[in-house]
């Protein structure tokens, strides 16, 4: 039996995956990327973890057929990363070509969320859809668009940066130096911002005493869980939240027109609290027709959709 493995890149950690051609994950481990490493010591330590996980679970080494790996930047050609967001490695590094070397196994490289669009196209929410974009919300905004089997990367590899369409002109200012982008609005550390900002005429909601006053506490799950309780701050941020994603999902069906938008991210731990006012708003953005028959879902493979995602650019 053929086996892959499957390696989720990150600024942290690194998640390492042995999986079979059905995409199970038959072994599966994290380390500390140390990315302060240079990259030919971080894919060596990257390489000895997968071999020990493989010869654990007694599977031949010689049946590893390929490795995948999903990084945090734009990838050209499957091989090729234009830079590495979140450390300091060369720039246009031929990563493909290194992990090669050092592994002696076919090796395919692909930004970290056109993975996880791959992963829950072919194993999760999106099986069985000739297309579907992906949405990973959390500190940032990605999308991988997935199109009759094929992602649209584009001739740089950014395509998908779905976080950096334009909604408000000279709007709030974002991570990547550009004003009135998506993910100044609609990301969840944006959204913590905002909260952030509100709480001072809030003093007594139960958002800020759920966090002990502490505002350094405050996450999007505090959000999300407040809500839930009937905290009207609380409420009143989703429904922010949800009109900017609203926006920029209708955006994208008035485009692309999927069959399917999968919600995926720290965004997603909200479920039904952030999937149902997106719903209810798109009516407001996308075409009727780009709505027809569109499915709205939040993504289900998880921690596993890098590790599945990037074995599925084998399969």
Request: with cysteine; proline share 2%; charged share 25%.
């Amino acid at each position: 039996m053929k086996h892959y493995i499957g390696i989720d890149l990150g600024g942290t950690n690194t998640k390492i995956g042995i999986v079979d051609i059905e995409g199970n994950i038959i072994n599966s481990s994290i380390i500390k990327t140390n990315s302060h490493e240079n990259a030919d010591n971080t894919l060596t330590r990257i390489w000895e973890e997968a071999k020990r996980l493989v010869l654990e679970k007694k599977i031949p080494l010689f049946s590893v057929v390929g490795i995948g790996i999903g990084i945090p930047g734009p990838v050209k050609e499957q091989s090729i990363v234009g830079f590495f967001a979140n450390f300091n490695w060369e720039k246009n590094m031929n990563l493909k070509e290194k992990m090669e070397k050092i592994s002696g196994i076919e090796t395919r490289v692909e930004n970290d969320v056109n993975v996880i669009a791959q992963g829950e196209a072919l194993f999760g929410a999106a099986i069985g859809k000739k297309s579907s974009i992906t949405f990973a919300i959390g500190t940032g905004i990605g999308a991988g668009i997935y199109i009759n089997g094929t992602l649209l990367s584009g001739i740089n590899g950014v395509g998908g940066e779905v976080g950096h369409m334009k909604i408000a002109r000279d709007g709030r200012k974002c991570g990547c130096g550009q004003n009135g982008c998506l993910e100044a609005y609609a990301s969840a550390s944006s959204l913590v911002r905002v909260a952030k900002e509100r709480l001072k005429d809030f003093p007594n909601s139960l958002l800020l005493k759920s966090i002990d006053n502490d505002l350094d506490k405050l996450e999007a799950k505090n959000i999300f869980d407040m809500a839930k309780l009937g905290d009207h701050l609380s409420i009143e941020l989703i429904d922010y939240e949800s009109e900017y994603l609203a926006l920029g999902i209708a955006n994208l069906l008035n485009i692309i027109n999927p069959e399917c938008i999968v919600i995926s991210g720290g965004i997603s731990l909200a479920s039904d609290e952030i999937l149902n006012p997106i719903k209810e708003k798109l009516e407001k953005y996308a075409l009727p027709t780009a709505l027809k028959d569109v499915e709205l879902k939040i993504g289900t493979l998880g921690n596993e959709a890098g590790i599945k995602g990037a074995v599925a650019l084998f399969i």
